[in-house]
């Protein structure tokens, strides 16, 4: 096997906040707590969780969007926490994001044409001629009209506005594109136009993804493998077929269990997660699932479970697996 295109090896990011009143005290969120995993190029990797599990600030501290406390990120063996401001901005032309709000992370007082075209201008990616025509390229390759260059993102709908958002992902010709959420705030059917989409591009293009979502039926369909996080960590890991077919991490089969299958003939009962979602102020003491894990043991409430890896694409953080 080729060396992976990104390798990320114990990612944490933890803010500090204050609460309380009229006494604040200064308390630790643990967003993300040692996150590993690597990105083969061409493969399609998922993030799934549920909100607040840590996924999206794990994407947004691969661009240093948010700066990471610790860890690496290497991309073809380059530490992108190391590099400078100038050095930064060459590699970030290698990766780009899909933002989840097609419509927020649109300028409302620019045209699809300035939004595509600015980027290229401030890199000098050609003359205004070439930019233009690269533009209308680009909105042609999602599946955009050429008139929709001089349009604003409000005459849109909100597929199309994404549309936009993945063309813009593409100008810099990236090895590497995070999709945060992509598609969980558009309508079942506009979904699948997206998704065909991206996967057209993945293919043509041999793109990587990082694909986050809370969707396990989006990720079996687009993904080749992925990881389970639960409050900032990874507890599971492996191909999309083993996950669905054996998952080993209690977690893991609730969420598969709870995902629904869309066909009205299947009846099957769901079973229930007990209790809320631990803080990540203040989390268990031990597994960090313990209080809503129906296998739950006394060593599992003492002691958090060592990463165990099974091969090389699969691993796990269960007692019940050791």
């Known amino acids: 096997m080729s060396p992976p295109l990104l390798q990320v090896k114990s990612l944490q990011k933890f803010f500090t906040m204050k609460r309380g009143f009229p006494n604040p005290e200064t308390v630790t969120v643990r967003a993300v707590d040692g996150v590993t995993f690597d990105v083969q190029k061409g493969e399609a990797f998922g993030l799934v969780g549920e909100s607040g599990c840590g996924k999206s600030t794990v994407g947004r501290g691969l661009l240093r969007l948010i700066e990471p406390d610790c860890g690496d990120v290497l991309l073809d063996g380059q530490d992108v926490l190391a590099l400078n401001k100038a050095r930064l901005q060459a590699v970030r032309r290698r990766m780009q994001i899909i933002f989840q709000d097609p419509y927020a992370s649109l300028n409302p007082r620019r045209t699809v044409g300035q939004t595509l075209a600015e980027p290229m201008v401030v890199h000098e990616m050609g003359s205004r001629t070439e930019i233009h025509e690269r533009v209308r390229s680009l909105l042609n390759e999602v599946g955009l009209q050429p008139e929709a260059v001089d349009k604003f993102p409000h005459e849109f709908s909100g597929g199309q506005r994404q549309r936009v958002g993945i063309a813009r992902a593409l100008i810099f010709q990236p090895d590497l594109v995070i999709a945060d959420e992509p598609v969980s705030a558009l309508d079942v059917s506009i979904q699948s136009q997206i998704l065909l989409l991206m996967r057209g591009l993945q293919e043509k293009r041999r793109l990587s993804f990082i694909f986050i979502s809370h969707d396990l039926a989006v990720v079996r369909y687009?993904?080749?493998?992925?990881?389970?996080?639960?409050?900032?960590?990874?507890?599971?890991?492996?191909?999309?077929?083993?996950?669905?077919?054996?998952?080993?991490?209690?977690?893991?089969?609730?969420?598969?269990?709870?995902?629904?299958?869309?066909?009205?003939?299947?009846?099957?009962?769901?079973?229930?997660?007990?209790?809320?979602?631990?803080?990540?102020?203040?989390?268990?003491?031990?597994?960090?699932?313990?209080?809503?894990?129906?296998?739950?043991?006394?060593?599992?409430?003492?002691?958090?479970?060592?990463?165990?890896?099974?091969?090389?694409?699969?691993?796990?953080?269960?007692?019940?697996?050791?």
């Not at 960090?288 to 691993?315: E, V």
């Open 222 to 322: 687009f993904c080749q493998r992925l990881a389970v996080m639960y409050l900032g960590r990874i507890v599971e890991q492996g191909t999309v077929t083993e996950l669905f077919e054996n998952p080993l991490h209690p977690y893991t089969v609730l969420l598969r269990e709870a995902s629904p299958i869309p066909d009205p003939q299947v009846r099957r009962d769901v079973p229930r997660i007990e209790a809320e979602v631990p803080s990540p102020i203040n989390p268990p003491p031990g597994c960090y699932f313990h209080p809503r894990c129906p296998k739950a043991m006394d060593l599992c409430r003492r002691q958090y479970p060592p990463w165990r890896r099974l091969d090389a694409s699969r691993g796990v953080a269960c007692h019940l697996n050791g």
